[in-house]
């Protein structure tokens, strides 16, 4: 069984121990790992309590790292995955963290589909198209992403309406063409629909051209 021969924090990333063993091997744990498992210079570990020392560790630093993640926004399932496998961590592990963090309601597909809409919706405007691509490409399924917008998006004239608005006073002094044409692609790039796009360029051209 193998002897720690010494064990460091230098060198190493913050809140973690490097631990040599004599023989050479080497290894990094959390040092409240470390702590709790109660290593130190000296200690003879078996086979099975450093396997269990690591996998705790790797346990730990996944959730701290997936709680950080969490801070900047809602995350999806697929997020979340993806954001761990980054750190290399064993697919049990994940799969272990994920079922944790959906039972403490930390993930929720549905919830972050209708938290996107409603950014969507109120913060960064944007047509169901485009809302539906971003989620899918999240890993929202479909079901989930139908029920946000049934039930949190309001329509796209309503949501559209004020950007064409905004952008219509603005090309006030263009020709027919070029404010047709600038206003429809500055609504096809948010993911408006042709017939969305089609109402609102009449719409406002009928209050702003020609000014």
Avoid: C
């Avoid at 050479?24 to 409240?32: F, K, M, S, Y």
């Avoid at 086979?47 to 809602?74: I, M, N, Q, T």
């Avoid at 206003?183 to 209050?207: P, Q």
């Amino acid at each position: 069984m193998p002897e720690i021969e010494g064990h460091f924090f230098k060198g190493v990333r913050w809140g973690w121990v490097r631990v040599e063993f004599t023989g050479g091997d080497t290894l990094e744990l959390r040092r409240e790992v470390f702590a709790d498992f109660g290593f130190g210079n000296g200690s003879v570990v078996d086979a099975d309590e450093l396997d269990a020392a690591v996998k705790e560790s790797d346990r730990r630093h996944g959730r701290s790292v997936a709680l950080r993640f969490f801070r900047e926004r809602p995350r999806s399932e697929q997020e979340i995955r993806l954001r761990l496998r980054r750190e290399k961590l064993e697919p049990e592990t994940i799969d272990s963290l994920v079922a944790d963090f959906t039972n403490q309601g930390f993930l929720n597909d549905a919830d972050f589909a209708r938290a996107w809409v409603g950014s969507r919706t109120n913060l960064r405007p944007k047509g169901v198209f485009l809302i539906r691509r971003e989620l899918r490409e999240k890993g929202v399924d479909d079901d989930h992403i139908d029920a946000a917008l049934a039930q949190d998006y309001p329509g796209e004239l309503e949501v559209a309406r004020p950007l064409a608005e905004a952008r219509a006073t603005a090309l006030a002094s263009e020709d027919w063409v070029r404010f047709r044409q600038k206003l429809g692609v500055y609504l096809k790039r948010r993911g408006f629909a042709n017939d969305t796009i089609e109402r609102l360029v009449d719409e406002g051209w009928e209050i702003h051209g020609g000014e």
